[in-house]
């Protein structure tokens, strides 16, 4: 099992940034993916970036350029930092783990965190 605890949502203005956290614990296996998803109110939750414990990523075509997913292997923490947001960026953010590399769509096994809500005001 494990868990995930997001922070750093929030409310910007257009053009802004932000950054994310999201810290794992309990069993970490040592290869695995973590990605940020958003879901916006009537959307389809879709894959922001995603980042496997050797460095490779994902991105969304409408993310790229302006967010950057990192990873802290030694906290099993990972961060997507978010510039030159846009109002459709708004969306409640989550965090997602699962064992594996290269996972990048939703699985069963994965973990979820709770969410965090940002906002972004044109």
């Known amino acids: 099992q494990v868990q995930l605890v997001e922070s750093g949502g929030g409310l910007v203005q257009a053009g802004g940034s932000l950054r994310l956290s999201c810290a794992a614990s309990g069993s970490i296996f040592r290869f695995n993916t973590m990605a940020w998803y958003r879901q916006a109110p009537g959307k389809q939750r879709e894959l922001v970036g995603g980042?496997?414990?050797?460095?490779?990523?994902k991105y969304a075509d409408s993310v790229k350029g302006r967010f950057t997913i990192s990873r802290d292997n030694a906290k099993n923490t990972v961060y997507l930092q978010m510039n030159s947001l846009k109002p459709e960026d708004t969306a409640v953010y989550y965090c997602?783990?699962?064992?594996?590399?290269?996972?990048?769509?939703?699985?069963?096994?994965?973990?979820w965190g709770q969410g965090t809500q940002v906002t972004v005001s044109s």
């Open positions: 980042i496997t414990t050797d460095g490779n990523t």
């Open positions: 997602y783990y699962v064992t594996g590399l290269y996972a990048w769509s939703e699985s069963r096994s994965g973990s």
